[in-house]
C-alpha cells in the first residue's frame, strides 16, 4: 500500500538493501562514541525515507531500550539537533507538533498555519488531527479556535476538518460556477460571502482548484516560503526545516525547480550561503542536488 506522505517528485527514496538493525547500530556508535560522528548520523538519516526511519527507531528502541530521538536530542545541539528530530518522527506527529508551536505563546504563526492546512490532504489531515490529539490530549479544532478568529477561524477549522475532495477527475462545469461565485463574492465588497469563498478553497480538490486558477501552484507557494526564509537578516530554521523535511518524498523536486524560476538562483545555493556547519550538510543532502 503506498503511503499518503510519500509523492512522486520526492528528493529522498527508499534505500535499497535497508537493514533498520545495520543502520540502528551505526547510529549508536555514531552516539556513543568519544565525541559524536555527526557524518554517519547525516549519512544514515538522510539516506532513508521517513518509513525506512521508524523502523529504525523500533530497532533502536528494541536493541538498547531508548528512544533514538532522545538520544539524538541529549547529544546534538541547535538546529542541527531540531532537524535531525525532524527526521525521525513520523510525518503526521511533526505536523501535529509545528501547528502546536504555530498556536504557541505570543502572537499564533499564521503563515505556518496556513502553509499546512492549505498544503496537506485530507487523509492526511485526519492523521495529522488523530496524532495532535494523541501527543496533546486536546483536539485541533478545539486550539484552532482558541487562537484565532473569524473567517480566518472558519476557513482554517474546514480545512483541519480534512474533507476536501480528494478525487483526481475534474469538473468543468462546476469550476466555471466556482469562479463566477469567488469574482463574485470579492467584487461585492459589502457582505462578501466569506462562506462561498471558505467553502470552494478548503472543500474542492487540488487538480479541481487548479482548473480555477485560483489555487497557488503549490510547489511555487512552498518555494516563496523557502525564499522568505532565507533571504534577509535572519534564518527563519522553524520554515526551513518544515518544508524541507516535510515535503522531501513529496514534491522537493518541483519546489527546486519553482524556486530556480522564479529567483533565477538554486535552492542549493540558498541554503548554502545561509547556513553552515552539520545544519549546512544535512539540509543541502535532504536537498538533493543543485540546480
Known amino acids: 500500500m503506498a503511503s499518503i506522505w510519500v509523492g512522486h517528485r520526492g528528493t529522498i527514496r527508499d534505500y535499497p538493501g535497508f537493514s533498520p538493525s545495520v ?10 562514541g568519544i565525541g559524536t560522528d555527526e557524518k554517519t548520523l547525516i549519512s544514515v538519516l538522510t539516506g532513508r525515507t521517513n518509513a525506512q526511519r521508524q523502523l529504525i527507531v523500533q ?5 538498547y531500550g531508548k528512544e533514538l530521538k532522545d538520544d539524538l536530542k541529549g547529544d546534538l545541539s541547535g538546529h542541527f539537533k531540531e532537524l535531525m ?10 505536523d501535529a507538533k509545528q501547528l502546536k508551536k504555530s498556536m504557541k505563546g505570543a502572537g499564533t504563526s499564521e503563515h505556518a498555519l496556513i502553509e499546512i492546512l492549505t498544503t496537506r490532504t485530507s487523509r492526511q489531515m485526519k492523521e495529522i488531527a488523530q496524532a495532535y490529539y ?3 490530549k486536546k483536539s485541533l479544532g478545539d486550539d484552532i479556535s482558541s487562537e484565532t478568529s473569524g473567517d480566518f477561524r472558519k476557513a482554517l477549522l474546514t480545512l483541519a476538518d480534512g474533507r476536501r475532495d480528494e478525487s483526481l477527475k475534474v469538473d468543468e462545469q462546476l469550476a ?10 470579492g467584487e461585492n465588497r459589502w457582505g462578501t460571502d466569506e462562506d462561498k469563498f471558505t467553502e470552494i478553497l478548503c472543500l474542492r480538490s487540488f487538480p479541481q482548484l487548479k482548473l480555477i486558477h485560483c489555487a497557488r501552484n503549490m510547489p511555487a507557494f512552498l518555494a516563496e516560503r523557502l525564499h522568505q526564509a532565507l533571504k534577509g537578516a535572519g534564518t527563519d530554521e522553524f520554515t526551513l526545516n518544515r518544508i524541507m523535511v516535510s ?3 513529496i514534491d522537493l523536486l518541483d519546489i527546486r525547480a519553482e524556486f530556480k524560476k522564479h529567483y533565477g538562483y538554486s535552492l542549493y545555493s540558498a541554503i548554502k550561503s545561509d547556513t553552515s556547519g552539520d545544519y549546512e550538510i544535512t539540509l543541502l543532502k ?3 542536488g543543485d540546480d
Open 59 to 63: 530497532a533502536y528502541q528494541a536493541a
Open 134 to 136: 494523541t501527543v496533546y
Open 286 to 288: 535532504i536537498c538533493g
Open 176 to 185: 466555471k460556477k466556482d469562479a463566477q461565485t469567488l469574482y463574485n463574492a
Open 85 to 94: 528530530v525532524a527526521l525521525v518522527t513520523p510525518p503526521a506527529v511533526f
Open 23 to 32: 543502520d540502528a547500530e551505526a547510529i549508536r556508535k555514531a552516539i556513543r
Open 247 to 249: 515535503r522531501s518524498e
